[in-house]
């Protein structure tokens, strides 16, 4: 059974910083892409980063390229998130999910990712 574990929300004033960590206790995460998601209030659900199985490519939506950056950590089985120069538009329950087949990030549609964390919170405001 896979289960994803998300940790590192939490309150950060516009321009700070956060790292989200999403723990996998999954058999082969190294052959199992992992992305990441968030939901602001009365909005979809919208992909915003993935790393493909081994993390062999990376994917990352317009909204936070250049200052989100998704790593891997094979002996951990944990996937980061590192947020910069977070915006008040930030402001959502970020969630990751795995892609185990085909084991790449794809167009990030939420529907392709089939295991889900229970989310953390992230607020950005002063």
């Known amino acids: 059974q896979l289960q994803l574990v998300e940790s590192g929300g939490g309150l950060v004033q516009p321009g700070g910083s956060l790292r989200l960590s999403c723990a996998a206790s999954?058999?082969?995460?190294?052959?199992?892409?992992i992305g990441w998601f968030r939901q602001a209030p009365g909005k979809e659900r919208e992909g915003i980063s993935c790393?493909?199985?081994?993390?062999?490519?990376?994917t990352y939506a317009d909204s936070v390229k250049g200052r989100f950056t998704i790593s891997r950590d094979s002996a951990r089985k944990t996937v980061y998130l590192q947020m910069n120069s977070l915006k008040p538009d930030d402001t959502a329950v970020y969630y990751c999910?795995?892609?185990?087949?085909?084991?790449?990030?794809?167009?990030?549609?939420?529907?392709?990712?089939?295991?889900w964390g229970q989310g953390t919170q992230v607020t950005v405001s002063s």
């Open positions: 790393s493909s199985y081994s993390g062999g490519s990376t």
């Open positions: 999910a795995a892609r185990v087949w085909p084991p790449n990030c794809g167009s990030l549609a939420p529907s392709d990712f089939a295991s």
């Open positions: 999954i058999f082969t995460f190294d052959s199992t892409a």
